[in-house]
Structures are given as structure tokens and as C-alpha cells.
């Protein structure tokens, strides 16, 4: 079963406007982390920022922060104030307390900034 | 965070040869893993690189068609065998490290693109 479920293929926002990239996961491991990666064309992966199950708060990193809704099981990427060098495919992962460290990975959306 | 690099950057190889894709950190670090991205998909790993032992290899993959290794805390070795064009893909092999003390966070090389003809 399809643990990150990322329902958005392609999407697109313009320049300056902020923008929500979904996910959704699915585990019964109370303990978890989900992390968000950026992958532009080039190929080579960025971590943006980390939420972990038992945090509090929101995780913030610059002009990223994380919608966790845990009862929701969803933990949102939202981006403020988009800038044409954000035009990359946007992945979330999950790593469970019993996964060794690896990582499971939706299938990613791919977003556009427009001018 | 650990600076990274992969060699080669990109290849194209004949079906039935083998490539050796070498991962180079600049500092120790404990756990390396291997991840496959094919075309238009996500990223699947292939194994955990475990130094001084054989890899952890996750299901379906196989250590005679992806064999690991990891002779030290700093590099790593992944050969695809036997190639065929369902092997064409991008190769990437990443680090855990704690960075900003927040958690175990895994930062990736910036892969190999293999094309298979």
C-alpha cells in the first residue's frame, strides 16, 4: 500500500503568490518523521525541512513551513512568496522508528512559477 | 551538511556491460544508502551501504545485479550488472547526518543518470 500519497502531478503559481504542495501518509507507527524534498531538473535532491510526529509546532524554514495535520495524517508543504528558481518536482517522505533511517517517498508534484 | 559527490555524472552504456557508480563524502559518516528514481517516477531504495559488511538490500533488488561497497565511513561503490534499458535511470546515493540538531536527516548526491541502449 501507497504509505505518501501526493495527489497533485503538476501545478502552477505565479511569482510572488504562495502555494500549497499536498501530502498525505499513512503508517500506525506513533513515532515518524516526514520530511520534504525539492528536485529540479538537474536531478540532485534538496532537503527543505522536517516534521516530526511528536512535534508541537509547525516546522518553518525560510519561506517553507509544514501544515502538519497529524489527526489528518497530512503534512502540507506551504511555499510564501514563490520565486522562479522554486520551478522543481517537490517530494515528501516518511521514515518510520522501524525503517532503519530509509525513506519512503510519494510520487512527487511538479510545480511551475510563472512570471 | 556534508558535501557529496557522485562519479560519473552521466553515462550511457551498451546493454550487458556493467557501470560502477563511485559516492564520495567529505566527512565520516555513519549511514549510506543507494537510491533508483526511473524516468518520471519517484525514489525507490536499493540498499543501505553498511561499512565493513555486506549492504542491506531492500526487496527486489539483489546483490548480483546491484553490488555495494563501503570500505570506509567516507565512500561507496554501487555497480549495476548485466544492464538492460529498464536499468536507465537516475542513481542516487545519499548521507544521514544531523544538521541543526532537528533529527537524522538523509542529504543526497546529486545522482548519476544512467542511459541503457
Known amino acids: 500500500a501507497q504509505k505518501i500519497t501526493q495527489t497533485q502531478p503538476g501545478m502552477f503559481v505565479q511569482e510572488k503568490e504562495a502555494v500549497t504542495l499536498d501530502c498525505t501518509y499513512d503508517?500506525?507507527?506513533?513515532?515518524?518523521?516526514l520530511f520534504w524534498y525539492k528536485q529540479p531538473s538537474s536531478g540532485e535532491m534538496i532537503f527543505l525541512i522536517y516534521?516530526?510526529?511528536?512535534?508541537?509546532q509547525n516546522a518553518t524554514e525560510g519561506r517553507y513551513s509544514l501544515n502538519f495535520q497529524k489527526a489528518r495524517k497530512s503534512a502540507n508543504l506551504v511555499i510564501s512568496a514563490s520565486q522562479l528558481g522554486d520551478s522543481a518536482m517537490y517530494f515528501c517522505?516518511?521514515?518510520?522508528?522501524?525503517?532503519?533511517?530509509?525513506?519512503?517517498f510519494g510520487k512527487g508534484t511538479s510545480l511551475l512559477v510563472t512570471p | 551538511s556534508a558535501v557529496i559527490s557522485q562519479k560519473p555524472s552521466r553515462d550511457i552504456c551498451q546493454r550487458g556491460t556493467s557501470l560502477t557508480i563511485q559516492c564520495q563524502v567529505d566527512?565520516?559518516?555513519?549511514?549510506m544508502f543507494w537510491y533508483r528514481q526511473q524516468p518520471g517516477q519517484s525514489l525507490t531504495l536499493i540498499a543501505t551501504?553498511?561499512?565493513?559488511?555486506?549492504?542491506?538490500?531492500e526487496s527486489g533488488f539483489v546483490i548480483d545485479k546491484f553490488p555495494i561497497s563501503r570500505p570506509n565511513l567516507t565512500f561507496s561503490t554501487l555497480t549495476v550488472s548485466n544492464m538492460s534499458p529498464e536499468d536507465s535511470s537516475i542513481y542516487l546515493c545519499?548521507?544521514?547526518?544531523?544538521?541543526?540538531?532537528?533529527?537524522?536527516?538523509?542529504?543526497f548526491g546529486p545522482g548519476t543518470r544512467l542511459t541503457v541502449l
Open positions: 503508517t500506525s507507527d506513533p513515532s515518524y518523521g
Open positions: 551501504a553498511n561499512q565493513g559488511s555486506e549492504a542491506t538490500y
Open positions: 566527512s565520516q559518516v555513519t549511514m
Open positions: 516534521q516530526g510526529s511528536y512535534d508541537q
Open positions: 545519499s548521507v544521514l547526518q544531523r544538521a541543526g540538531g532537528v533529527t537524522d536527516t538523509q542529504y
Open positions: 517522505a516518511m521514515r518510520e522508528s522501524n525503517s532503519g533511517y530509509a525513506l519512503n
